[in-house]
């Protein structure tokens, strides 16, 4: 029997589609294995988001091609598909595969659909992918470029099936989910009316695709759809959205997440913040300081400018020095810290709808990780207050 093994480095889309191989492989009678040492084929799904990303998937690369079984090792992903970087070259493997179309591995690409997701207690579910906003900043578009939607009806009964095989959060993901054909709203609509005991999350979605009907559903509907919203920010200063060619200004954007907010006041909005983009000045930094610590950030997710070749703004001047990049992060990081610990202390004592991620923990609708012991809960969503130790 043919051993394999698959490692998964990045986002949520990356994580869906290891599975879909995964299902794909063991119907075709391969056998899983636990460490890549044991496998024949290592299937190396892969991220190529920042210059990190790249260093430490090729790190992988060059180690698992020194295994003494000598696997066979597929390169899918998006590192795969960007085209500024020669991994043949790099790593002189005859036994690396480079795929560059991961329909190759799942044929029928309208029929992505999966039953489980492995040592996972949610299922990601991806909806959409591809992505032409091009950002100036971002090589998502250029190894990522064809708009697609899952079919609903096909969105339908893969969450019918997931729900049925025990899950009981789905986590709807894409690379850029607003870009859903038909729009994001119409299909949690046809979502909330699966007559099962679930709820939804939505993944990341950007400011100027939410429209009043998925903020009314999501009102409406809180038992169903969670009362978290991932919406992207990257900056609190005007000069430098333009230069990341972002589609909306501070004001707009601080404008609608406060009509969400009065809408949803116990939402979790927690958002993308890049920091030391090139021309970004100390002044455009307290900016973007200052905007977050006025908002109802409950949560930050903060990057460090990495130059992509390709990009537009790889060509830019005024390039950041690291260490300052390094010290601006600090500060966001601290902010963040902040951030956390207030959204945490507005929900200490309420109760809250969770599920369980693990066999100690549990996640509310807003994003709240709390620890408690769940050995003898045998529903699939329940309540628990929210105490003082809980996370975010």
Known sequence: MTKFYIYTFGCKVNQYESQLISEKYKKDNFVHVETPEEADIIIFNSCTLTKQADKECQYFLRKASKF??????????????????????????????IVQDKTTLFPEHTKQTITSFDKRSRAFLKIQDGCDSFCSYCIVPYVRNILWSKPDNEVISE???????????????????????????????KIIKIPLEFR??????????IDNKLI???????????????????????????YMNRKYLTKTFEEKIKHI???????ALTTDIITGFPGENQEHHKETCNFIKQNPFSRLHVFRYSDRSGTKASSFINKVPQNII???????????????????????????????????????????????DTTKISKKIFEVIVPENAGI
């Open 216 to 242: 009314e559903l999501m009102q409406n509907y809180p038992e169903k759809i969670c009362h978290h919203l991932h919406i992207p920010l990257q900056s609190g200063n005007d000069d430098i959205l333009k």
């Open 326 to 372: 390094k010290s601006r992060a600090k500060d966001l990081f601290e902010i963040d810290l902040e951030k956390r610990k207030e959204f945490i202390n507005k929900n200490i004592g309420k109760k809250r709808k969770t599920v369980k991620i693990g066999k100690d923990k549990v996640l509310t609708d807003n994003y709240i990780t709390i620890i408690t």
């Open 68 to 97: 003494p079984n000598n696997p066979k090792i597929i390169l899918t992903g998006c590192l795969a598909k960007n085209k500024n970087i020669d991994i043949k070259q790099n790593l002189k493997n005859e036994n690396i595969i």
């Open 159 to 189: 969450i019918t099936n997931l729900v049925i095989n025990g899950y009981a959060e789905i986590v709807l993901t894409g690379i850029h989910i607003g870009k859903y054909n038909g729009g994001c709203s119409n299909l949690l609509n």
């Open 200 to 209: 939804v999350r939505i993944s990341s979605i950007e400011i100027n695709e």
């Open 261 to 267: 907010t009065n809408i949803l006041p116990d939402l």
